[in-house]
């Protein structure tokens, strides 16, 4: 492919990593569900692409999120990725049990920034969320597994509104002071803005969490969520979360739509010299396969614009 033409900007990070979510994520927002054997090969085509990162399943009850019930199924099935970093998101003790039985070495836990979204997506207040997820954290370090913690509505809420910064940092310290060995900011209803992103990310800082240890997720609902990841790589965050073919949204906020999808961000990378490890033609054809499996197009731009010109 020769376009996107390489031009380089200063100050940005060589490589970043692409946390993909559009095996968990994105699958578990679909009204019908995807079959166990599909899931398994998306995966696998995600892996073949380069992706080093992909966010496998939840063991969540199958009550709350029936797309990812075959979680105890599906796992086994990627066992042979070697190399291939497959995190799984837990909800609690419960979850880690099921998730530590299968042998997995990365778990995430999902918090909230505000009391509206903790209520409908935990049945929890924020500090409650907490407690729980306190002794998720410290068994799953004591089995020497790597620990994200997801924080939800960093930058509005669709029942509380805008959500001030300092509310955020609290519990996205109160996140990293647990264990977490990373963390990833969440617009999950799509409103956040450069400015917004950059002073959020040097509050962080302030108050003692390193860029390192952040990563950024954006929903793409007003068309930000590329200018609000290239102002989170201005600040030198290397890790980005990506849907591919901008599958998900978020089944407890009906205004959140699809994720940032990988496609687009890989072509902006590509085009800023980023190095990604990824092959944008078989991440692009993995998309248009998974969106046959789902009976419709997908949405991401690039992939559009590539098939088209490969049609």
């Known amino acids: 492919m020769t376009l996107p033409m390489v031009v380089p900007a200063q100050d940005l990070p060589a490589r970043v ?3 993909e979510v559009g095996a968990r994520d994105g699958l578990q927002n679909e009204k019908s569900v995807v079959p166990t054997e599909v899931k398994a090969e998306f995966v696998h085509r995600l892996a073949a692409a380069g992706l080093t990162t992909v966010e496998a399943t939840s063991f969540v009850h199958p009550k709350w999120v029936p797309q990812l019930a075959d979680a105890e199924a599906l796992f ?3 066992g042979d990725l070697d190399g291939v970093a497959l995190p799984v998101l837990v909800p609690n003790e419960r ?5 530590l039985a299968l042998g997995v070495h990365r778990i995430a836990v999902f918090a909230s920034a505000t009391e509206s979204f903790a209520k409908a997506n935990l049945n929890r207040t924020v500090d409650e969320s907490l407690a729980m997820f306190e002794p998720v954290v410290t068994r799953a370090k004591e089995h020497k597994a790597h620990v994200r913690g997801y924080l939800s509505m960093c930058f509005g809420d669709p029942w509380e509104g805008a959500v001030p910064v300092h509310q955020v940092v609290r519990v996205a310290k109160a996140l990293v002071d647990m264990g977490c060995d990373e963390l990833s900011l969440g617009d999950t209803i799509g409103v956040a803005t450069p400015a917004h992103v ?3 990310l ?3 800082n302030e108050e003692g969490v390193p860029t390192s240890s952040l990563a950024v997720h954006f929903h793409d609902t007003y068309g930000q969520a590329l200018s609000n990841t290239l102002a989170a790589l201005q600040h030198g965050v290397s890790t980005v979360d990506a849907s591919a073919g901008g599958l998900g ?3 407890y906020a009906k205004s959140a739509t699809g994720n940032l999808a990988t496609e687009d961000l890989v072509w902006m990378l590509q085009g800023l010299g980023i190095d990604t490890g990824v092959d944008l033609g078989l991440l692009t054809a993995t998309s248009v396969w998974m969106a046959g ?4 197009p997908s949405p991401s731009r690039t992939v559009r614009a590539l098939s088209h010109q490969e049609s």
């Open 17 to 19: 990593r692409i946390h």
């Open 76 to 78: 086994p099935m990627l």
């Open 95 to 99: 979850g880690l049990d099921r998730a």
């Open 198 to 200: 950059q002073s959020l």
């Open 202 to 204: 040097a509050e962080l």
């Open 249 to 251: 949204g978020c089944p």
């Open 293 to 296: 499996q789902l009976g419709r």
